[in-house]
């Protein structure tokens, strides 16, 4: 490869201002292309964003355009975090205002300015462009920290999501929908149950509405402020953010409880009003008749619970992205 490049390059490397503009040239464009990949690790499992119906190519291009008006704002970005660490406004930030996840960092450059005695930084030495890698091997190491933060995420609101999923399948296991699957088995084809995919829908459009800002929105906006404290290069999982994501898994399943709670105790009393029909009134087929009685009942509750559970949504959707951007960016 390198043969095939310098008769190429050999027009700018010649003189010294060809080689600076052609280094230039480089980082920018490994500035630009981690950047992307950040914001692709969103776009691969977020909602909405990573939804399947949305071509490859579109997902493409959305995180080509936003990484392209990102990376010029990058200096910018990180002094907007540096004015948020700066707790007393003095101008400079401290050992003292430094949150534990970032003290690394912080001593690191500390030690880069010669001032680990001193133990404050101006904001010049906060850079937002650090040292990029010199190698394809080191490239590829922090290419794949800097998409799994994106997909961290992503990852972290699906799961809450999700948990709508399993309401729905509770649901039908109860309503009796779920045996749709044995008079037709076209229905196992369908990605989860078929109330399990009408709640995912009205989650999704729970989060897209949400205040104050709609979801998506709030998600883009939280990938970004992780630039504020993690700059291009310097991308990396904590383990408070390994650890919530796994608080999130709970939270989900209370989610789906809540949502479905109303229902299943519904369809309680109704199989307990059937269990007594049948021994009261042995002409009535229960099986038969019960199904459409469940169904009507089932759209009944789920009409009336409609308000309480897009609230509850809203509620562990706003908590989970908050939780989610404190423990990426360890802003306070």
């Known amino acids: 490869m390198s043969a095939l490049l310098d008769p190429l390059l050999a027009p700018f490397t010649a003189e010294p201002a060809g080689r600076m503009l052609l280094g230039w040239g480089i980082s920018q464009f490994m500035t630009f292309t981690l950047v992307m990949l950040r914001i692709a690790g969103l776009m691969t499992i977020g909602p ?108 972290g609101v699906a799961t809450l999501l999700s948990g709508l999923q399993f309401a729905g399948e509770m649901i039908d296991q109860q309503t009796g929908i779920a045996l749709s699957e044995v008079f037709n088995p076209g229905f196992e084809e369908l990605d989860g149950s078929v109330t399990g995919r009408f709640l995912f829908l009205f989650g999704t459009i729970a989060f897209l509405t949400m205040p104050p800002l709609d979801g998506h929105l709030v998600l883009m906006s939280a990938i970004v402020e992780t630039f504020q404290t993690m700059p291009v290069a310097e991308a990396s999982l904590t383990e408070p953010t390994i650890d919530l994501l796994s608080e999130l898994v709970h939270v989900s399943l209370v989610l789906a409880l809540q949502v479905a709670a109303p229902i299943l105790a519904t369809m309680s009393l109704v199989a307990l009003s059937m269990g007594f029909l049948g021994h009261t009134v042995p002409q009535v087929n229960v099986f038969i008749n019960g199904f459409p009685i469940r169904a009507a009942i089932n759209l009944g509750v789920l009409a009336l619970t409609f308000s309480g559970a897009a609230a509850a949504v809203v509620e562990a959707l706003t908590v989970g992205i908050d939780g989610l951007r404190h423990s990426l960016t360890a802003l306070p």
């Open 48 to 155: 909405l964003y990573g939804n399947r119906t949305i071509p490859m190519r579109a997902k493409a291009l959305l995180a080509m355009s936003v990484a392209a008006l990102l990376t010029p704002t990058l200096p910018y970005v990180a002094s907007v975090g540096f004015t948020r660490l700066d707790l007393n406004g003095d101008g400079r930030i401290e050992r003292s205002e430094v949150p534990e996840p970032l003290s690394e960092r912080f001593e690191r450059r500390l030690a880069d300015v010669g001032r680990t005695s001193a133990g404050w930084l101006h904001p010049s030495e906060w850079p937002a462009l650090p040292r990029l890698p010199g190698n394809i091997a080191d490239f590829a190491k922090i290419a794949a920290t800097e998409f799994s933060l994106g997909l961290a995420l992503g990852l």
